[in-house]
T-cell receptor
Framework: ETGVTQTPRHLVMGMTNKKSLKCEQHLGHNAMYWYKQSAKKPLELMFVYNFKEQTENNSVPSRFSPECPNSSHLFLHLHTLQPEDSALYLC???????????????FGPGTRLTVT | SQQGEEDPQALSIQEGENATMNCSYKTSINNLQWYRQNSGRGLVHLILIRSNEREKHSGRLRVTLDTSKKSSSLLITASRAADTASYFCATDAASGGSNYKLTFGKGTLLTVNP
C-alpha cells in the first residue's frame, strides 16, 4: 500500500464510450502524474500537475483530458479512444516539484484499460 | 533522448545469488532513481542517488553512480524468490524552463528461481 489509490482497477470500453479514471493520494503531496505503460515500451509520462496547475503535457492526444481539482485528486477523462490506447495507466504523486529536481514518486496500482 | 537504458533486458538467477543491473543515460542528470514493479502492478521506489553521490545502500540493495560514464548499477545481494520483478532506472533532469521530470527506461526483468 503506497498511499495512492486508483479506480477502477480494470476497465473495458468501446471506442465511442466516455469514461474516467480516478486517482487519490493520502500522502500530502503536491505533485501528481499520469503515466501510460504499454507492453515492450518505456513508461510514458502523460501529464504533470504541481499545486493543481498543469506543468507538463507530453503531446498527449486530446481524447485524453486530465483534471486536477485539488492536490489530492487527479482524474483522466477518456473519450473516443483507439485500440492502441489499451495499456496500464499509472498515477503517481510526489512532494512538489522544485527548480532543483524531483523527489521520489509514489505510484498507484494502475488501471488496466482495454479499448475494444 | 534523456531516457535511461537498462541492461540486461532479462536476468535469471538462483536464490541466494547476487543480481546486478545496469543503467546508462545520455545527458546530465540531477538524480537517478531505481524502481521495482511486480507484474501488472504499480512501481515502488527503491533508491534515489544524487548526481554528487557515488554509492548508496538500502538493506540488500546497493546503487552506484558514475556520472563520468553516465551509468548506474543496482546490486541486489542474497536474492530471494520474492525479488522477482521488473526493475527500472529513472533519470531526473530539467525538461525545459524550471521543470524537472523523470524519464524511465524499459526495465530489466529479474527472475529469481527457488
Amino acid at each position: 500500500e503506497t498511499g495512492v489509490t486508483q479506480t477502477p482497477r480494470h476497465l473495458v470500453m468501446g471506442m465511442t464510450n466516455k469514461k474516467s479514471l480516478k486517482c487519490e493520494q493520502h500522502l500530502g503531496h503536491n505533485a501528481m502524474y499520469w503515466y501510460k505503460q504499454s507492453a515492450k515500451k518505456p513508461l510514458e509520462l502523460m501529464f504533470v500537475y504541481n499545486f493543481k496547475e498543469q506543468t507538463e503535457n507530453n503531446s498527449v492526444p486530446s481524447r485524453f483530458s486530465p483534471e486536477c481539482p485539488n492536490s489530492s485528486h487527479l482524474f483522466l477523462h477518456l473519450h473516443t479512444l483507439q485500440p492502441e490506447d489499451s495499456a496500464l495507466y499509472l498515477c503517481a504523486s510526489s512532494l512538489q516539484l522544485l527548480t532543483s529536481g524531483s523527489y521520489e514518486q509514489y505510484f498507484g496500482p494502475g488501471t488496466r484499460l482495454t479499448v475494444t | 533522448s534523456q531516457q535511461g537504458e537498462e541492461d540486461p533486458q532479462a536476468l535469471s538467477i538462483q536464490e541466494g545469488e547476487n543480481a546486478t543491473m545496469n543503467c546508462s543515460y545520455k545527458t546530465s542528470i540531477n538524480n537517478l532513481q531505481w524502481y521495482r514493479q511486480n507484474s501488472g502492478r504499480g512501481l515502488v521506489h527503491l533508491i534515489l542517488i544524487r548526481s554528487n553521490e557515488r554509492e548508496k545502500h538500502s538493506g540488500r540493495l546497493r546503487v552506484t553512480l558514475d556520472t563520468s560514464k553516465k551509468s548506474s548499477s543496482l546490486l541486489i545481494t542474497a536474492s530471494r524468490a520474492a525479488d522477482t520483478a521488473s526493475y527500472f532506472c529513472a533519470t531526473d533532469a530539467a525538461s525545459g524552463g524550471s521543470n524537472y521530470k523523470l524519464t524511465f527506461g524499459k526495465g530489466t526483468l529479474l527472475t529469481v528461481n527457488p
